[in-house]
């Protein structure tokens, strides 16, 4: 089921990790320092590993012995320090300033202009090459930004290289030009990474990697449709017919991949360079693409399921076919092109839906979805090429390729209602709800199940005798899947697909029938006992909508307060509401231990014209109480990502690092206790 499910949602979770709010300025910032580094030798076993910096005017970085409290301080990270080199006390710091800061109350440590830390070591291992370190700080000015920056240190040659950031470190070290060299170590070892440089690994393999692998899958279910599986036997058979040698046929094949796969990127990069690496990602909250959006999945389902095909027009066709019988490298490109036009009824909407979810992430995203796509496409028409003799196993043709277009439409049209509900969240205009949500899907997958088993037949279906093994297996899947889908109705939290139908507090009856609440208790409340500005969050945790009335309410009753920035068409912020907080564990602490602020970014009912103002941080005008928040999280903590969870005393400062998504509920809770436990009155 859960293969299944992967299927379903997996066009809604390519690269999702946490939801932007852009529009915010920050991701047009150029990093204010930049850093050097560099190596000294001391002594045959001693070095002095050196981190230099140029600071912009009236940009400050901050010490690592600024008061707590404060700024965020330099944090420094060595990986295998104890096993190749320690570490001869802390990093030395250039010269600083003090001054007092009024927001924090703190006197901070800071530098600028310049800034340079020497950290001096040992080696233990004499043939140690290279010694890898990261620094993690904050830099302020009006806005603080926080910054991480990778160092390889050569110790042969006294040079290092310096990665301004993860994306380009991770490149390096796909290129194989960062792997540090320790004793134990041969040319195919990985490199041995931080735990923190680990979880930053994970993110970026749950963003990009993900779109090409997700891209990769939909690319091997459009090749089984029937715009393209009949032309693997059609198109390998050409070559190796027409071919004089094996070796030129095998040649032309794979020149035929190549074009494939150079089309696709093609199209991907020019989705890129029209809309801009982060134009769409404001995309993913806005309600007129929500709805565009949901309009053209219903259209690509309809087509999928035999109302009507989407094609380009003959003449194209036409004109290709004509380039393609000249030959020579040239007729192979355009057979290439031929065969990406020619399918398009089938590989359009698939593609469509690819492009547009990926443009919405941003960056190079629809680069690598097509590239993803056009690989799975084009490896099979090598590979027979290659090796025909396997094209005897190959399933022939048949009503078995229309029945994968139509699985495909049934998802389609599931998944369109998952954008008409995010547009329907922002609003708030409760028009899907969480039971008619699900019963939506249940009739759909329900309706799928039927058609599996063979009780009904779309336009295009050849008649049905009876039905293969394999599609009595899937629809035992999908049948299962319904069935899990019912309890939903009645209150079940469905954590499988957490985050993709509205929250629980976001519907009719939001306990359901046979619903048991979780966790620790806590005070209880009748909505007129509410305090203002307060209502019931998720899992009947008290939860304030503004910060100002929160924060006074945490101080009469004496708890600390949890910021919690959040959207409403924010996954993942539903993910941690769904998986994180309603263990007993978490919840019982968000109940009574914490007084709970939500901040919605993404809200967009007007502010009163007397409270609309411009932001000293962004320039622009802020006129929705989402506009608010989401200026108010970028001034105050400069970031703009949501889930962002912040701990504060009674004066408003934070008691320990802020957290992001989180979803494993072992750290989150560590996270938790941590801040409690600095906690005073």
Same mark, same amino acid.
């Given at each position: 089921?859960?293969?299944?499910?992967? *299927?379903?949602?997996?066009?809604?979770?390519?690269?999702?990790?946490?939801?932007?709010?852009?529009?915010?300025?920050?991701?047009?910032?150029?990093?204010?320092?930049?850093?050097?580094?560099?190596?000294?030798?001391?002594?045959?076993?001693?070095?002095?590993?050196?981190?230099?910096?140029?600071?912009?005017?009236?940009?400050?970085?901050?010490?690592?012995?600024?008061?707590?409290?404060?700024?965020?301080?330099?944090?420094?990270?060595?990986?295998?320090?104890?096993?190749?080199?320690?570490?001869?006390?802390?990093?030395?710091?250039?010269?600083?300033?003090?001054?007092?800061?009024?927001?924090?109350?703190?006197?901070?440590?800071?530098?600028?202009?310049?800034?340079?830390?020497?950290?001096?070591?040992?080696?233990?291992?004499?043939?140690?090459?290279?010694?890898?370190?990261?620094?993690?700080?904050?830099?302020?000015?009006?806005?603080?930004?926080?910054?991480?920056?990778?160092?390889?240190?050569?110790?042969?040659?006294?040079?290092?290289?310096? =990665?301004?950031?993860?994306?380009?470190?991770?490149?390096?070290?796909?290129?194989?030009?960062?792997?540090?060299?320790?004793?134990?170590?041969?040319?195919?070892?990985?490199?041995?990474?931080?735990?923190?440089?680990?979880?930053?690994?994970?993110?970026?393999?749950?963003?990009?990697?993900?779109?090409?692998?997700?891209?990769?899958?939909?690319?091997?279910?459009?090749?089984?449709?029937?715009?393209?599986?009949?032309?693997?036997?059609?198109?390998?058979? =050409?070559?190796?017919?027409?071919?004089?040698?094996?070796?030129?046929?095998?040649?032309?094949?794979?020149?035929?991949?190549?074009?494939?796969?150079?089309?696709?990127?093609?199209?991907?990069?020019?989705?890129?360079?029209?809309?801009?690496?982060?134009?769409?990602?404001?995309?993913?909250?806005?309600?007129? =693409?929500?709805?565009?959006?949901?309009?053209?999945?219903?259209?690509?389902?309809?087509?999928?399921?035999?109302?009507?095909?989407?094609?380009?027009?003959?003449?194209?066709?036409?004109?290709?076919?004509?380039?393609?019988?000249?030959?020579?490298?040239?007729?192979?490109?355009?057979?290439?092109?031929?065969?990406?036009?020619?399918?398009?009824?089938?590989?359009?909407?698939?593609?469509?839906?690819?492009?547009?979810?990926?443009?919405?992430?941003?960056?190079?995203?629809?680069?690598?979805?097509?590239?993803?796509?056009?690989?799975?496409?084009?490896?099979?028409?090598?590979?027979?090429?290659? *090796?025909?003799? &396997?094209?005897?196993?190959?399933?022939?043709?048949?009503?078995? *390729?229309?029945?994968?277009?139509?699985?495909?439409?049934?998802?389609?049209?599931?998944?369109?209602?998952?954008?008409?509900?995010?547009?329907?969240?922002?609003?708030?205009?409760?028009?899907?709800?969480?039971?008619?949500?699900?019963?939506?899907?249940?009739?759909?997958?329900?309706?799928?199940?039927?058609?599996?088993?063979?009780?009904?037949?779309?336009?295009?279906?050849?008649?049905?005798?009876?039905?293969?093994?394999?599609?009595?297996?899937?629809?035992?899947?999908?049948?299962?899947?319904?069935?899990?889908?019912?309890?939903?109705?009645?209150?079940?939290?469905?954590?499988?697909?957490?985050?993709?139908?509205?929250?629980?507090?976001?519907?009719?009856?939001?306990?359901?029938?046979?619903?048991?609440?979780?966790?620790?208790?806590?005070?209880?409340?009748?909505?007129?006992?509410?305090?203002?500005?307060?209502?019931?969050?998720?899992?009947?945790?008290?939860?304030?909508?503004?910060?100002?009335?929160?924060?006074?309410?945490?101080?009469?009753?004496?708890?600390?307060?949890?910021?919690?920035?959040?959207?409403?068409?924010?996954?993942?912020?539903?993910?941690?509401?769904?998986?994180?907080?309603?263990?007993?564990?978490?919840?019982?602490?968000?109940?009574?231990?914490?007084?709970?602020?939500?901040?919605?970014?993404?809200?967009?009912?007007?502010?009163?014209?007397?409270?609309?103002?411009?932001?000293?941080?962004?320039?622009?005008?802020?006129?929705?109480?989402?506009?608010? &928040?989401?200026?108010?999280?970028?001034?105050?903590?400069?970031?703009?990502?949501?889930?962002?969870?912040?701990?504060?005393?009674?004066?408003?400062?934070?008691?320990?690092?802020?957290?992001?998504?989180?979803?494993?509920?072992?750290?989150?809770?560590? &996270?938790?206790?941590?801040?409690?436990?600095?906690?005073?009155?």
């Amino acid at each position: 089921m859960r293969l299944f499910l992967t *299927l379903c949602i997996a066009l809604l979770s390519i690269g999702q990790t946490f939801a932007q709010i852009p529009g915010s300025g920050l991701q047009d910032i150029k990093s204010p320092a930049k850093w050097e580094g560099s190596v000294k030798q001391i002594s045959d076993q001693e070095y002095e590993l050196i981190f230099e910096a140029e600071i912009e005017d009236e940009w400050h970085i901050y010490s690592q012995y600024t008061p707590d409290g404060g700024p965020i301080p330099m944090m420094f990270e060595y990986v295998d320090a104890e096993e190749n080199y320690v570490l001869e006390g802390d990093a030395k710091e250039s010269e600083t300033a003090r001054a007092y800061n009024d927001i924090f109350g703190v006197d901070e440590v800071y530098f600028a202009e310049e800034a340079t830390f020497t950290q001096r070591i040992k080696l233990v291992d004499e043939d140690l090459g290279l010694i890898k370190a990261q620094i993690f700080y904050q830099i302020c000015k009006e806005v603080c930004i926080n910054e991480e920056y990778y160092f390889v240190f050569n110790i042969k040659d006294k040079t290092a290289k310096v =990665f301004t950031n993860f994306d380009d470190f991770e490149a390096y070290q796909i290129r194989g030009g960062a792997k540090a060299v320790s004793k134990d170590a041969d040319a195919n070892d990985k490199p041995v990474v931080s735990e923190k440089l680990q979880k930053e690994e994970a993110k970026v393999d749950r963003g990009i990697f993900t779109v090409f692998w997700v891209a990769f899958l939909f690319g091997f279910v459009a090749l089984l449709t029937p715009c393209v599986f009949p032309m693997i036997p059609m198109t390998v058979g =050409f070559f190796t017919k027409q071919s004089k040698t094996k070796a030129r046929g095998i040649r032309n094949a794979l020149l035929y991949g190549f074009f494939i796969v150079v089309i696709y990127v093609v199209l991907g990069t020019l989705v890129t360079a029209i809309f801009g690496a982060d134009a769409l990602n404001a995309l993913s909250t806005s309600v007129t =693409f929500n709805i565009i959006f949901f309009v053209i999945l219903i259209i690509f389902a309809a087509s999928f399921l035999g109302a009507f095909e989407i094609m380009l027009p003959n003449s194209w066709a036409n004109k290709v076919d004509k380039q393609a019988d000249k030959g020579g490298i040239a007729g192979i490109f355009f057979m290439a092109l031929a065969l990406a036009i020619v399918s398009f009824s089938c590989t359009g909407p698939i593609v469509g839906s690819l492009l547009v979810e990926a443009a919405s992430k941003g960056g190079i995203a629809p680069i690598v979805g097509m590239l993803g796509f056009s690989l799975a496409i084009a490896i099979p028409f090598v590979l027979f090429a290659m *090796l025909p003799g &396997w094209m005897n196993s190959l399933p022939k043709s048949g009503g078995w *390729l229309n029945t994968v277009k139509v699985v495909l439409g049934f998802l389609e049209l599931a998944l369109a209602f998952k954008f008409l509900s995010q547009a329907d969240l922002v609003l708030d205009a409760h028009w899907l709800e969480r039971e008619v949500f699900l019963a939506i899907w249940i009739a759909v997958f329900s309706t799928l199940v039927l058609y599996l088993f063979g009780k009904i037949s779309m336009p295009h279906d050849s008649p049905v005798k009876h039905i293969s093994v394999g599609r009595l297996g899937f629809g035992l899947v999908v049948l299962t899947f319904v069935i899990y889908l019912i309890p939903g109705l009645w209150g079940a939290p469905l954590k499988i697909i957490s985050g993709f139908p509205p929250p629980m507090n976001y519907s009719e009856s939001p306990y359901g029938v046979g619903f048991t609440k979780t966790g620790g208790g806590g005070a209880s409340y009748s909505q007129g006992d509410f305090p203002e500005h307060a209502e019931l969050g998720p899992h009947d945790i008290l939860a304030f909508t503004d910060y100002e009335a929160g924060m006074a309410y945490a101080k009469k009753v004496g708890k600390p307060a949890m910021i919690d920035f959040t959207g409403k068409a924010c996954i993942n912020c539903r993910k941690m509401e769904e998986r994180v907080w309603s263990e007993p564990q978490i919840l019982g602490k968000l109940k009574n231990d914490v007084v709970l602020i939500s901040l919605y970014v993404d809200i967009q009912k007007k502010l009163p014209k007397e409270e609309q103002y411009t932001s000293e941080t962004t320039g622009k005008r802020i006129r929705t109480i989402g506009n608010k &928040w989401s200026d108010f999280q970028i001034e105050k903590y400069g970031v703009n990502a949501q889930p962002y969870y912040v701990l504060l005393n009674s004066k408003e400062e934070m008691l320990n690092t802020p957290a992001s998504y989180m979803p494993d509920v072992d750290e989150y809770e560590a &996270w938790l206790k941590e801040g409690l436990g600095n906690y005073k009155e």
